[in-house]
Every structure is written in structure tokens, then in C-alpha cells.
């Protein structure tokens, strides 16, 4: 565990083990694998509701960041949010593992289906990490802390802003702590009124698919907003919006909802006149030397340490900028047959 998550908890002991029930915190603990059947029936077997929650507590300092951030999760779903608001600030940055789960790099079963129920694109082909940068965005919407706010990600075209904004998302214990209410992926690209409109009517018909909120389309922008404003508040609290590839600031006005959003662009002056915390993560136009040849080695299936020289000057003259920029890619190919 993190020196600062241990310190947090540490910090708030005496309000957890005085305040915190532990039964149905264990359980959730137990279904994310950080708490095991056994420690579960130890803690049981102390004689007070303090003592078994200074048991709970000193088990899970013995354990790794995934038990801290099981155990606010579990806070939180509990009705301890006064409590889990004194850990927030000590949540570990979060980095893809399988925490337990029948699962690689964090992507179990549920979350396959709410990224897949979302419209979040799929990793690309040829797919290298990024993880700074990945661990920067979850932290951003992690300080969201549940309320409505914005977290940017922009860069020039073709350096990566969607591929990251989709793996923010793919990791298990993030998607339940932060968006139990699922995530909303939006391609919203250059738009005029009638293609912004028929965005948000998409938008409104994927979260109201029992039409239980209205049997009919909405007719105008304005009347649009304001039905995604109250689907986001009653049929899909905690959950995230991802803008991807937003240009203009009046098309952002009509997803200014006070609700989650995460949005990619290539020019963060779009945000200037939305409401709410904003937080900006900047994305270099290059990935360097070393994930250019990463790439270039899983696109003609070979080790980075078995690739010739030439490589090196393909990846220069290449200037490679994207795991998935099929362009370059085949670009490198090209060279590589030339050489």
C-alpha cells in the first residue's frame, strides 16, 4: 500500500473503528477479491462492533492499494460517504492489475459489458501503454469525488486522446468506485445544429431505452439538453459522459448538464465557458524513441531487441505518434520493406 494511502488511514482510524459497521463492507470487499472467507469469519468472531472494525482496519493495512480502494468503494455504497470523504485524499494512483479477479490488466466480464453497453471503443490492434498518462486521468476524475465537473484531455490530431480516454475506463475497481452508473461514450466530432441534434436524440434513446422517461424524440436542441439533464440525474446517477473529439465551445454548451464529463479535444478553449471544476491533461504530439519501436515491433511481430538498425532511423523519419494511427503504421511498414 502507498505510504500516503497508509498514512490516510491511519489518520482516520479512531472515527472508522467508532462509526463503521463491518458486515456488509466485508462482503464487498470479499466480491472484489481484496478480503478473503477466512479473515471475513476472524473479524466476525471479535465480541464488539469496534473491535471488529480496528480488525478490518488493521487487515487491510497489511494489504496493497486495492484493498484501500475496495474498502472507500465500499464506504461509499454503504452510506459512509462522511467517512470515505476523509480517505479521498489518500486514494493511491491507480494502475491497471487484476486485484484479484478473474481478469488481465483489470478488464473483468462487467466491465467488457458496461464499455460495450456504452459504445466505448474496443483497444486498438497494435495497443502500447501509456500508463502516466492513463493514471493522470483517473486521478483527475477520481478528484471529481462524484460531482458534477470536467476532466480535458487534449492534444494534437493522431497523438492518442481517445485510445486513452477508453482506457481510462477499462479497470474494474475504478468503473465501481467512481461510475457504478455506467459510462456514455459520445463521438461528437464537427458539428452543425441538425448533426448536433441528432447526437443528443442518440444520446437521449441509448439512456432511455424503456422509454419510460418519453415515447417520442426531442425536437430541438434546447429541448434535448434539458432531457439529458434529468436522465443523467434519475436513470443514471454516477455515471460518466465521454465527449470524444469536441472542436466547437456551442456544441459543449449542450452537454453542460452538471454531470461527469470526460472529453477529448485538440484545442482546450472549448471548455472556457463551461460550469463546474475543470482539470486538463495535456498529451504530447510524440510518444518517443522507445514506444516507436514498441510499436513497430508488435506490427511485424517481432522482439524491440531482435529489430535491426534501420529501425531506429524508420522510427525517426516516421515520427511516430500514435499506438493506433493505422496511417503511420503503415507508413513504417512501407519503410521497413524499402530498407
Not at 459510462?183 to 448533426?195: A, F, L, T
Not at 465521454?242 to 466547437?248: E, G, Q, S, T, Y
Given at each position: 500500500m502507498d505510504a500516503k494511502a497508509r498514512n490516510c488511514l491511519l489518520q482516520h482510524r479512531e472515527a472508522l473503528e467508532k462509526d463503521i459497521k463491518t458486515s456488509y463492507i466485508m462482503d464487498r470487499m470479499i466480491n472484489d477479491g481484496v478480503l478473503t472467507v477466512l479473515e471475513e469469519e476472524k473479524v466476525k468472531n471479535e465480541p464488539t462492533q469496534q473491535?471488529?472494525?480496528?480488525?478490518?482496519?488493521?487487515?487491510?493495512?497489511?494489504?496493497?492499494?486495492?484493498?484501500?480502494?475496495?474498502?472507500?468503494?465500499?464506504?461509499?455504497?454503504?452510506?459512509?460517504?462522511?467517512?470515505?470523504?476523509?480517505?479521498?485524499?489518500?486514494?493511491?494512483?491507480?494502475?491497471?492489475?487484476?486485484?484479484?479477479?478473474?481478469?488481465?490488466?483489470?478488464?473483468?466480464?462487467?466491465?467488457?459489458?458496461?464499455?460495450?453497453?456504452?459504445?466505448?471503443?474496443?483497444?486498438?490492434?497494435?495497443?502500447?501503454?501509456?500508463?502516466?498518462?492513463?493514471?493522470?486521468?483517473?486521478?483527475?476524475?477520481?478528484?471529481?469525488?462524484?460531482?458534477?465537473?470536467?476532466?480535458?484531455?487534449?492534444?494534437?490530431?493522431?497523438?492518442?486522446?481517445?485510445?486513452?480516454?477508453a482506457e481510462a475506463v477499462r479497470d474494474h475497481f475504478f468503473l465501481d468506485g467512481c461510475f457504478p452508473g455506467?459510462?456514455?461514450?459520445?463521438?461528437?466530432?464537427?458539428?452543425?445544429?441538425?448533426?448536433?441534434?441528432?447526437?443528443l436524440q442518440n444520446l437521449c434513446s441509448r439512456l432511455d431505452q424503456d422509454e419510460s422517461f418519453s415515447q417520442r424524440l426531442p425536437l430541438n436542441i434546447e429541448e434535448a439538453k434539458d432531457r439529458l439533464r434529468v436522465l443523467m440525474l434519475r436513470k443514471h446517477p454516477?455515471?460518466?459522459?465521454?465527449?470524444?473529439?469536441?472542436?466547437?465551445p456551442w456544441v459543449l454548451k449542450a452537454f453542460d448538464n452538471q454531470c461527469q464529463i470526460l472529453l477529448t479535444t485538440r484545442d482546450k478553449s472549448v471548455t472556457d465557458s463551461v460550469m463546474g471544476p475543470?482539470?486538463?491533461?495535456?498529451?504530447?504530439?510524440?510518444?518517443?524513441?522507445?514506444?516507436g519501436l514498441e510499436i513497430l515491433s508488435l506490427f511485424v511481430n517481432m522482439k524491440k531487441a531482435d529489430l535491426p538498425e534501420q529501425a531506429h532511423s524508420i522510427i525517426k523519419e516516421c515520427k511516430v505518434v500514435e499506438c493506433c494511427h493505422w496511417g503511420v503504421l503503415t507508413d513504417l511498414l512501407h519503410k521497413w520493406n524499402l530498407s
Open positions: 473491535q471488529r472494525a480496528a480488525l478490518l482496519i488493521k487487515m487491510i493495512l497489511k494489504k496493497d492499494n486495492y484493498s484501500y480502494i475496495s474498502f472507500y468503494n465500499a464506504l461509499i455504497h454503504e452510506g459512509y460517504k462522511d467517512l470515505a470523504a476523509l480517505l479521498h485524499s489518500g486514494i493511491p494512483v491507480i494502475s491497471s492489475s487484476n486485484g484479484g479477479k478473474d481478469s488481465v490488466g483489470g478488464i473483468t466480464s462487467y466491465v467488457k459489458t458496461v464499455l460495450c453497453e456504452g459504445g466505448v471503443p474496443q483497444r486498438p490492434v497494435v495497443f502500447v501503454t501509456r500508463k502516466k498518462l492513463v493514471n493522470a486521468i483517473r486521478q483527475n476524475l477520481f478528484t471529481l469525488n462524484g460531482e458534477p465537473g470536467w476532466v480535458v484531455i487534449y492534444g494534437m490530431a493522431g497523438c492518442g486522446k481517445s485510445v486513452l480516454a455506467g459510462v456514455h461514450w459520445v463521438s461528437v466530432g464537427k458539428q452543425d445544429k441538425s448533426g448536433l441534434l441528432m447526437k454516477r455515471s460518466l459522459l465521454i465527449l470524444d473529439d469536441v472542436w466547437d475543470k482539470y486538463v491533461v495535456s498529451v504530447e504530439s510524440g510518444l518517443g524513441k522507445e514506444k
